[in-house]
């Protein structure tokens, strides 16, 4: 994607959630870590940033995730750009 391959040539460090997160933690520790999203070490590191890169795909709607919507909401809230990369699904190439 266009859009990714620029901001990667002026900011080559990214923190990438999924990667991130520990989302094979039990339950009961995961739900400690995150009991409260707005200190979630996701929110916590959106802080350093300027931008927030969200990546698409054409198979399934990240924001019928809880999680990705909250994430959304992190990056409005802290007034950071948020560059979408990829197509939402049901769309196609031309």
Known sequence: CEALQALL???????????????TWPRDALGRLLS???QSPFFVALRDCTEMVV???TKANLYDRLWC?????AAVLQKKNVVVAGRMPGTFAT
């Open 9 to 23: 040539l002026v900011n080559p460090i990214f923190w990438i959630c999924f990667l991130a997160l520990p989302q």
């Open 36 to 38: 409260t999203p707005f």
């Open 55 to 57: 990546v698409r795909n």
């Open 69 to 73: 919507t909250f994430e959304l909401l």
